[in-house]
C-alpha cells in the first residue's frame, strides 16, 4: 500500500508510514475523548440548581419579611432576579456542555454562575475552556 500522505510505499501491515510518520489506520485520527465538558455540564447544573433553590427560599423570606409593607423595599425583588437568573443561565449552560453542543452558550453558563458561586464557577470555565476540542 502508499502513504496517502506522502505517497511513498509502506509494509501493508504497517500502522504508521516509515517515511513521514502518518497514520495508516485509515480516516482522521480519533477525537480525543476526554469528560471535561462533562465535569462543567455536571458542576454547572448542580450549582446553577442549588442557587436557584437557595434563591426562592431567600425570595419567599424576603416576602413574608418585607413584601407586607406599602411600598415592596426594591431589594425584595431584585436581590433574588439577581441570583435566581444567573442561576438559571447557568443550569442551560451546562445542559449544553454535557450535550456539547454549544460551546459559547457553555461559557455563558459557566460565567453566570461565578455571580452565584464564585469558586464552582471559576472551575467550571476552565472546564469549559480546556474542553473546547469536545464540543461540536
Ligand atoms: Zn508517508
Known amino acids: 500500500?502508499?502513504?496517502?500522505?506522502?505517497?511513498?510505499?509502506?509494509?501493508?501491515?504497517?500502522?504508521?508510514?516509515?517515511?513521514?510518520?502518518?497514520?495508516?489506520?485509515?480516516?482522521?485520527?480519533?477525537?480525543?475523548?476526554?469528560?471535561?465538558?462533562?465535569?462543567?455540564?455536571?458542576?454547572?447544573?448542580?450549582?446553577?440548581?442549588?442557587?436557584?433553590?437557595?434563591?426562592l427560599g431567600m425570595a419567599i423570606f424576603l416576602f413574608v419579611m418585607f413584601g407586607t409593607e406599602e411600598e415592596i423595599p426594591f431589594f425584595v425583588v431584585f436581590f433574588p432576579l439577581a441570583m435566581l437568573i444567573p442561576g438559571i443561565i447557568a443550569?442551560?449552560?451546562?445542559?449544553?456542555?454535557?450535550?456539547?453542543?454549544?460551546?459559547?452558550?457553555a461559557l455563558v453558563g459557566s460565567i453566570a454562575l461565578i455571580v452565584t458561586s464564585s469558586l464552582l464557577g471559576v472551575a467550571a470555565l476552565v472546564l469549559t475552556i480546556?474542553?473546547?476540542?469536545?464540543?461540536e
Do not use: H, Y
Open 1 to 55: 500500500m502508499f502513504c496517502s500522505k506522502c505517497g511513498k510505499e509502506t509494509a501493508d501491515n504497517a500502522a504508521f508510514c516509515a517515511s513521514c510518520g502518518a497514520s495508516l489506520a485509515g480516516g482522521q485520527p480519533a477525537k480525543k475523548k476526554t469528560q471535561l465538558s462533562l465535569a462543567a455540564g455536571i458542576i454547572d447544573i448542580a450549582a446553577g440548581a442549588f442557587s436557584i433553590i437557595s434563591m
Open 91 to 105: 443550569v442551560v449552560g451546562g445542559i449544553f456542555a454535557l450535550r456539547r453542543r454549544s460551546w459559547v452558550m
Open 130 to 135: 480546556m474542553a473546547r476540542d469536545e464540543f
